[in-house]
């Protein structure tokens, strides 16, 4: 049965023979002219596809690159269609030959280089095509797009400095804001220099950050890891709190640090104190605590227990895994040994299962990942709030 490609590469044939039928029958010519015939090259393509022989008809098409220059936008659509195949090798072939043509317009140039680069981007040849994209955003109507691909190709290769600078770059060109994003590459800025220790460098990138996204939460929670990595625990604790105030989502990345300060500090009062506060105006944030003391194991701090023995008791899927009237029997010495029986057997159910999901695409992941490795969106992961007993449930009636 004929393929999508296949159908698509016979309406390119027919399109093209079509057009060419028309320019000639209509089209300015002497009165004793002739209307040309149809093309029989694309007849002799197009007979290759109806016989389902697609990969003799794409050869046949290849070679008419060479010597039929009045089919350049088809030539351009065939390269894309192998591309979306995933036979770059051939889309670059086809882009190359186009390129190679003496009398191309700078049009039609900058459109086959810009085809080119992105064939060399799919292919994974990312020197090449920074190369290509480089070139095209000095000056072609391509600036925007080889601006957007080279802030890609920079975040792969992390080379946070260039993505600020094609970022910036991009701003002013497309008149839209990236302030998120360029906020976002400070912060990997930040982190690296803090990593070397250098956080001088790394406070003034964060500064950076906050001043082009003020409310920028990563740049807010980078802030507070330096200071926590620089002994600053005052601050730390101000930023983390502050942290937690105004985004609940981060309390899986902001409370294991508050716990740390406050046990080393020998401060657990003034921890029950604010973890309370914190309750008050945020009861919904009583499950993230759950969740996160579970997956950290953070325990024997009141506040934090009695927000997982609630979890405990709330969730309705843990009586098919454990027994819960251990919870709420008996004395307080057998309440506490069921309650570490249980939060221990969560700890290892949700070491099972992603803590993190994107709310645009889906992906799931054990850490926060600033960016989507797969949508490439900033900031679009949020935190698992319980553990994920459907996922469980079913992952073991798949395995039986």
């Not at 002497?30 to 022989?53: H, R, S, V």
């Not at 003020?214 to 620089?230: E, Q």
């Not at 579970?294 to 895994?321: A, H, K, R, S, W």
Request: aromatic share 8%; glycine share 4%; with cysteine.
């Amino acid at each position: 049965m004929p393929t999508e490609s296949t159908f698509l590469l016979a309406g390119l044939f027919l399109l093209l023979a079509a057009a060419g039928w028309a320019m000639g029958r209509f089209g300015e010519r002497d009165e004793e002219d002739a209307p040309p015939p149809l093309n029989i090259d694309y007849l002799k393509g197009l007979n290759f596809l109806l016989n389902e022989q697609t990969d003799q008809a794409l050869e046949h098409f290849l070679n008419m690159v060479r010597v039929d220059d009045k089919t350049i936008e088809t030539h351009f659509a065939l390269g894309s269609l192998f591309r979306r195949r995933g036979e770059v090798d051939r889309a670059i072939r086809i882009h190359q030959n186009i390129i190679a043509r003496p009398d191309l317009a700078s049009e039609q140039r900058d459109q086959a280089l810009f085809s080119l680069a992105k064939d060399y981007l799919a292919a994974g040849l990312l020197d090449r095509a920074e190369k290509i994209f480089a070139r095209l955003a000095e000056g072609s109507r391509y600036q925007v797009q080889a601006l957007e691909s080279l802030c890609r190709i920079y975040e792969q290769e992390k080379e946070w400095g260039m993505a600020i600078d094609a970022g910036q770059r991009l701003e002013v060109l497309s008149g839209r804001s990236l302030a998120l994003q360029i906020a976002h590459y400070y912060c990997e800025r930040a982190e690296a220099a803090a990593a070397q220790n250098d956080f001088a460098s790394a406070r003034e990138y964060v500064k950076k950050a906050q001043s082009g996204r003020p409310r920028t939460m990563r740049g807010a929670l980078t802030r507070a890891h330096i200071a926590r990595d620089t002994g600053d625990n005052k601050t730390a604790l101000k930023l983390y709190h502050r942290i937690i105030d105004e985004n609940t989502y981060l309390i899986a990345e902001a409370l294991p640090e508050i716990v740390a300060i406050y046990t080393r500090e020998d401060a657990t009062a003034e921890l029950e104190s604010a973890l309370k506060s914190l309750l008050a105006k945020n009861p919904e944030s009583s499950s993230l605590i759950a969740y996160t003391a579970i997956v950290n194991n953070l325990g024997g701090i009141p506040v934090i227990d009695d927000c997982v023995e609630q979890y405990m008791l709330n969730e309705p899927t843990l009586g098919e895994f454990i027994e819960l009237q251990q919870l709420s029997e008996g004395n307080k010495n057998s309440h506490d040994s069921a309650l570490a029986k249980v939060r221990s057997a969560l700890s290892k159910l949700a070491s099972a299962t992603p803590r993190y999901q994107c709310q645009e695409c889906g992906f799931s992941s054990q850490r926060l990942l600033w960016q989507c490795p797969s949508c490439r969106d900033w900031e679009t992961q949020r935190p698992a709030s319980r553990v994920q007993f459907d996922t469980i449930l079913q992952h073991s009636i798949t395995n039986r």
